[in-house]
């Protein structure tokens, strides 16, 4: 081999390997929805992979669904938390039963993003689903867990009246499901119906008493629950789709960066319900920082 050409050797190799070393260097853009949660799960997942020793660039609470995920498709960004559940509307099987279990609707989604190169990771046991709520006072006194409680004590007499949207109200996969797979129902004078669809204003009626009201609709991981005391009526029979919070990440990074599973793993496996009703709580009705809550939670992990 003439000279030249050894020489061309290790600059070629310099080249290759420099370009990979390059690659496995850039940092990994973390994305969020823009909600509350969004910003909890972002911190989260972004200041538990900057610990891991995994560069992070920061585009959090980017936008609602649709915004976050084409630009995850796109490869704008990299990692962001998305919600199990939502497999119904990205792959238009909204009727199929599998999003009402929490296991078949994670491999279903999961399975179907694989094959265009997005990976879903470990998901929290938290289920943010559309959900019915009771006053603490009300659930401590009657025994209210869950649904099926709900319906005995309704049989039973009990005192009840309801906080909710229209859109929960007579959406026949809500408040109609519910009553249909429970056998209960609730009469007029026992639903407060809100304009809009916001839970804090649910929420916020039935902690008050407002009207006599003493549950409303609400979403599994809202932040109000834990603060003004209110029970989340569990949905044994599973009525509604289940939306379990996990990071979605592109594949070609997590092959740059087989670590991001191992550091993320044991956090979501740390986001019960009450969790992170609790941490959202600290920053919807607390004020806290979002950054400054993940912090302090992250550090209580390590311990």
């Known amino acids: 081999m003439p000279r030249s050409g050894l020489r061309l ?19 990994v853009v973390v994305s969020s929805k823009i909600d509350t949660e969004g910003a909890v799960l972002g911190n989260l997942i972004a200041l538990r992979l900057e610990r891991g020793g995994v560069p992070v660039e920061q585009r959090l609470q980017l936008g609602a ?3 976050v995920r084409k630009a995850l498709i796109a490869g704008e960004i990299d990692l962001y938390p998305e919600y199990t559940g939502n497999g119904a ?7 199929s039963p599998v999003w009402n279990s ?9 399975e179907r993003d694989a094959e265009q190169g997005l990976i879903w990771l470990h998901p929290a046991s938290a289920n943010n689903t559309w959900a019915m709520s009771v006053r603490g006072d009300l659930a401590r006194a009657n025994g209210l867990r869950s649904l099926d409680d709900l319906a005995r004590y309704l049989a ?12 929960f109200v007579e959406s026949p996969s809500a408040l109609p499901a519910f009553q ?14 809100l304009s809009g669809g916001n839970t804090a ?10 009207n006599g009201v003493n549950a409303a609709m609400s979403y599994g991981t809202d932040g ?80």
């Open 224 to 303: 109000g629950l834990a603060a003004l005391d209110l029970q989340v009526l569990s949905d044994p029979r599973a009525v509604q789709p289940v939306y379990q919070p996990a990071p979605l990440v592109r594949a070609e990074v997590l092959a740059a960066y087989p670590q991001i599973e191992t550091l993320l793993r044991p956090l979501f496996a740390a986001l019960s319900l009450e969790t992170l009703q609790r941490l959202n709580g600290e920053v919807a009705v607390n004020g806290a920082d979002p950054r400054q809550v993940a912090e302090t939670f992250l550090d209580s992990l390590e311990q």
């Open 65 to 67: 669904t649709n915004i």
């Open 89 to 95: 509307f990205f792959f238009d099987q909204a009727d």
């Open 201 to 210: 204003a649910t929420l916020r009626a039935a902690a008050q008493g407002t």
């Open 102 to 110: 929490a296991d078949e609707a994670y491999q279903t989604v999961r």
């Open 180 to 193: 249909k797979a429970y056998g209960f129902k609730l009469e007029p004078a026992q639903l407060v119906v």
């Open 9 to 27: 050797i290790p600059l070629l190799a310099a080249l290759v390997f420099g370009s990979a070393s390059a690659a496995a260097a850039d940092p």
């Open 156 to 167: 039973a007499g009990g005192d009840f009246k309801f906080a909710a949207s229209a859109e």
